[in-house]
DNA sequence: ACGCCGTTTCCTGTTT
DNA sequence: AAAACAGGAAACGGCG
């Protein structure tokens, strides 16, 4: 898709996926005079002639006039503009002579006509950026060849990113939610003034900066960055790696394994402003104040654990806090923190019987059905359990180490090889369990993510970590990706999965989309919407 | 004891 | 070449 704006009418900023169709097709009647809206039709790898649907404003002069409409038009009266294709290009920044200002803006928005041709992506593609040198496409100069870039692009993505992770597409489709949650017409915004910044060039850019690229809306869009950021976590994170590395070094020239339940009240210092970015002060400093007493709770939990080992945490704040820690997670997925990371989370049972290991001897299990523990691994670094709720030693089923015990008990099979304990486990299906996986903030986006979550379409990240975690549910040591993956393909002939789109959207491998026999995995959806 | 379900295991072949 | 995909066949263990 392509959204074109500026005075000269081919200033493009280009995008992929498919949810901002939705958006397109809801604001279809605010799009003003100087917006063209290039939406490829039904293209499953924009081979070409992929149909092209052109929205032509009202007394546009300088709309491309290319070629008669191929045979295959739409049907007459078609305004669907719902099966959208990846697009091919990327986003090259404009030369800043080819942008001059608008100056009155338009304040209606006529609903506008379909362009009652339909044209050939290269033939445009050749107009627009033959004269401007604005665009470039991916595509070879074979017609027919599939995009060579179908790497995942989603324009939910930023979502779910840490703003300092958004690449030049995440940036875009943020800006594009910000537009269409202000009720701001897209062209009236110089989105192509910032399609060629990431989320970390942003961070670094003052509310002038914001405004210097758009006097009208620059500041609306600097306040919304800003207060993406306040509710992000990146910040923390950062204290937190800071943490972490002081304790391994703490722990590499001190006396002993470092485990989380180690905390140091010391431990956590300020950042050096002059390292930080100005703005960016006071949020430090007062998640700093939270940071310490969070874990200073923690700590002191840490401390009774053993002899009476029932502590009260503040649980939105030591939830919410350390969830975010654990990911980075955005502020809408913070906001999914509580459900997500209820006791009865499938995964937390095993993931805290995987942290809690290193505890103390006397400590040798863990009640996760009446605590909510959230840990946070930083990739194998350290890792933190803070822990709200009642905690009891006590033998929980599947809270000892079962591993020799089901080595003892294996029967074998003709072949004389062993086979596996228990597969069936009433109410803990796969598809359950990956779909418990994507609402786990420690799993996803780390071993499992959304591609799609409108469409129900994850990906898999860490494949034999997945496998793994699938095993420890299953207690069968012996799982692997390849065997998880042969129960996922039975799901098919049940609809709980259905075959992923050949659209060019999304990774080719290791990406699964749910289907109708599936259920509770489109509560995300809703929170996105 | 039996049949069904939801895997798990093993395998061969294909696709990316 | 390696990883992932596809799917057949048989085994397994829990459950009704």
Redesign the pocket.
């Known amino acids: 898709m392509c959204v074109c704006s500026g005075a000269d009418n081919r200033i493009c900023t280009l995008l992929t996926g498919d949810s901002v169709t939705i958006d397109l097709l809801e604001n279809r009647h605010q799009l003003a005079a100087h917006v063209y809206f290039f939406i490829f039709q039904d293209s499953p790898a924009l081979a070409c002639p992929a149909p092209l649907v052109a929205l032509a404003p009202p007394g546009a002069t300088d709309w491309p006039a290319l070629a008669s409409p191929p045979s295959n038009t739409l049907p007459a009266g078609n305004t669907g503009l719902a099966f959208v294709g990846p697009s091919a290009f990327s986003v090259v920044p404009p030369a800043p002579t080819a942008i001059p200002q608008v100056a009155p803006r338009p304040t209606t928005t006529p609903v506008l006509p379909l362009y009652p041709g339909l044209m050939c992506l290269p033939a445009l593609l050749d107009k627009l950026s033959g004269s401007q040198g604005i665009l470039r496409s991916h595509m070879s100069s074979t017609p027919f060849k599939p995009i060579p870039n179908n790497e995942k692009v989603d324009l939910a993505r930023f979502r779910v990113k840490d703003p300092v992770e958004w690449l030049v597409d995440d940036v875009v489709s943020w800006m594009l939610d910000v537009a269409k949650r202000h009720g701001i017409p897209f062209e009236e915004m110089n989105m192509h003034r910032f399609a060629n910044l990431t989320g970390q060039q942003m961070i670094g850019m003052t509310e002038q900066n914001f405004i210097e690229r758009d006097p009208i809306w620059g500041p609306l869009i600097y306040n919304e960055f800003r207060k993406n950021l306040a509710e992000d976590t990146s910040v923390i994170d950062e204290i937190m790696k800071k943490y972490n590395a002081d304790e391994e070094a703490v722990a590499v020239a001190g006396t002993g394994p470092s485990t989380s339940f180690e905390i140091p009240k010391t431990r956590i210092t300020a950042p050096n402003p002059s390292t930080m970015v100005p703005q960016f002060h006071a949020l430090t400093q007062t998640l700093n104040q939270t940071l310490n007493q969070t874990l200073n709770q923690s700590i002191q939990l840490n401390t009774n654990l053993a002899q009476n080992l029932q502590q009260t945490l503040n649980q939105s704040l030591a939830t919410s806090l350390a969830a975010g820690l654990s990911t980075g997670l955005s502020p809408i997925n913070l906001g999914l923190v509580h459900n997500s990371l209820s006791p009865s989370s499938p995964l937390l049972g095993a993931q805290i019987q995987q942290k809690i290991s290193p505890l103390p001897s006397e400590i040798t299990s863990f009640n996760a059905s009446t605590a909510t523990a959230v840990c946070s691994d930083f990739e194998g670094l350290t890792y933190h359990v803070i822990i709200h709720g009642n905690i009891t030693p006590l033998h929980a089923a599947g809270s000892e180490d079962c591993s020799s015990v089901i080595d003892s008990k294996?029967?074998?099979?003709?072949?004389g090889?062993?086979?596996?304990?228990?597969?069936?486990?009433?109410g803990?299906?796969?598809?359950e369990?990956i779909r418990d996986a994507l609402k786990d903030p420690l799993t996803c986006p780390s071993v499992v993510r959304w591609e799609d979550p409108i469409e129900g379409v994850f990906r898999?990240v860490e494949?034999?970590k997945l496998a793994r975690l699938?095993?420890e549910r299953?207690n069968?040591t012996?799982?692997?990706?390849?065997?998880?993956?042969?129960?996922m393909?039975?799901?098919?002939e049940?609809q709980i999965l259905v075959?992923v789109p050949k659209t060019g959207l999304y990774p080719?491998?290791?990406?699964?989309k749910f289907g109708p026999g599936a259920h509770g995995w489109d509560a995300i959806k809703e929170e996105l919407l």
Not at 418 to 426: A, E, G, I, L, V
Not at 478 to 487: G, I, N, P, V
Not at 489 to 492: A, E, I, N
């Open positions: 294996l029967k074998k099979n003709k072949d090889k062993p086979r596996k304990r228990s597969q069936h486990t009433k803990n299906k796969l598809w369990f898999i494949s034999e699938w095993g299953k069968n012996k799982m692997t990706y390849e065997k998880l993956s042969r129960a393909r039975t799901y098919y049940k075959p080719k491998k290791l990406v699964y």
